[in-house]
């Protein structure tokens, strides 16, 4: 059990080569509600892809280490759409999450009780998916 623990702690870390499909990488400028690069540093990045036919997807989670378990910023590009940023500004609040897009003249922010907002959060739930399904089949013999 202890060792297939630690071998899924050896995996998240472990980062995927770059996506054949993906012409750019992710931004390293976030939008300047998110904590810059300094503090995320210091945080655990978590960073995947996935390439398949209708869905393609590159993303990177961090984790807080003051909030462990608990992706405070999520970042993802899913082809051909813009990149988006979800920043979990007042953990445990209940307050919404931020949600922005990356657009030509910077980053935009969703409102909340759009339609548009609500169809990112479900990407987001997707993304979170992916990931946990890429490292159980990471995992299997």
Known sequence: M??????AVAVSFAAPPRPAF?????TVRLPSEVPGPE???RWEL???WKDSPGFRVSYRFYVDPARSALYRVTQYRVTPETEKVLWNAQPGSGAPLECYE???EGWRRL???SERYRAEMAMAVRIYYVHRTLMMDRLEP
Not at 2 to 7: D, K, M, N, Q, V
Not at 22 to 26: A, D, H, K, M, T
């Open 39 to 41: 503090i995320l540093a």
């Open 46 to 48: 978590i960073q995947g």
């Open 102 to 104: 990356l657009l030509p």
């Open 111 to 113: 409102d909340p009780a």
């Open 2 to 7: 202890l060792s297939a623990l630690a071998l």
């Open 22 to 26: 993906e012409g750019r990488p992710l």
